[in-house]
C-alpha cells in the first residue's frame, strides 16, 4: 500500500463514520447531553515501518452536510519512529520501556479511555499541575515513557487516551482523540 492509497481508505472511512454519527444523532437514535463537536482535519504521518492517521480539529458543524469533508494532507508527514509521533515533548526511541508491553506476534489492539505515565510523570504531573490522574492508567516501576509501538505490531486504535511525560522542569501532556496505527508494508521505491 503507498501512502496515497492509505490516505484515501482513511480519510474515506473516517468521513464516512462521522457521517454515520451525525446522522444518528439527527435521529435521536443516539442521545448527547453535553456540548460535542466533530473533528476537521486528518493528519497522516509515515514511519519506516507504519502509517499513521488522527483525527484533529474541531466544529460544531455536523458532517452529514453534502460539502463535508476531513481536510486531509497531499502526502503523510514523516517521524522518525511511530512511538516518536506520539509520546509528547522531546523524540524517544522505540527501545525504551514504556507502560505497555506488546507481544512480538500482535495483530490488532485497541487503547479506549486510558491516561498513560510512569509513576515519575503521575507523580510530577500531579505536584506541578495539582490535578489527580483519574482515568485507568497502566505504571509499571520500571516504565520509561508512556508508551512505545514496536514495529512488530500491525494495527492498533486509539480512541480517547492522554500521554503524560515530565522532566525536572517541564509537564508535557497529549491528547490522542482518535488514531490508527496500521503497518506500512513500504515498499522500495526505487524496485518498481
Not at 102 to 131: H, M
Request: proline share 7%; aromatic share 12%.
Amino acid at each position: 500500500m503507498d501512502s496515497a492509497t492509505f490516505i484515501k481508505i482513511v480519510g474515506d472511512f473516517f468521513e464516512s463514520w462521522l457521517k454515520s454519527v451525525a446522522l444518528r444523532i439527527d435521529k435521536g437514535e443516539i442521545r448527547i447531553t453535553e456540548p460535542y463537536s466533530y473533528p476537521t482535519v486528518l493528519r497522516v504521518s509515515e514511519s519506516p515501518s507504519h502509517y499513521i492517521a488522527e483525527l484533529l480539529g474541531s466544529t460544531d458543524t455536523p458532517p452529514f452536510h453534502q460539502d463535508y469533508k476531513l481536510q486531509r494532507p497531499k502526502s503523510p508527514e514523516k517521524c522518525e519512529n511511530t512511538t516518536s509521533f506520539f509520546n509528547p515533548g522531546f523524540d524517544v526511541g522505540p527501545e525504551q520501556k514504556s507502560c505497555i508491553q506488546f507481544p512480538d506476534s500482535i495483530q490488532y489492539r485497541a487503547f479506549v479511555g486510558l491516561a498513560l505515565c510512569t509513576e515519575f510523570d503521575k507523580a510530577t504531573f500531579e505536584k506541578k499541575v495539582n490535578f489527580a490522574v483519574s482515568n485507568v492508567k497502566l505504571m509499571p516501576p520500571d516504565a520509561e515513557i508512556p508508551l512505545s509501538i514496536p514495529t512488530s505490531v500491525n494495527y492498533i486504535l486509539f480512541r480517547h487516551v492522554d500521554l503524560i511525560r515530565a522532566d525536572s522542569f517541564r509537564v508535557l501532556f497529549r491528547t490522542i482523540s482518535t488514531a490508527f496505527v496500521c503497518v506500512g508494508y513500504i515498499v522500495d521505491r526505487k524496485a518498481k
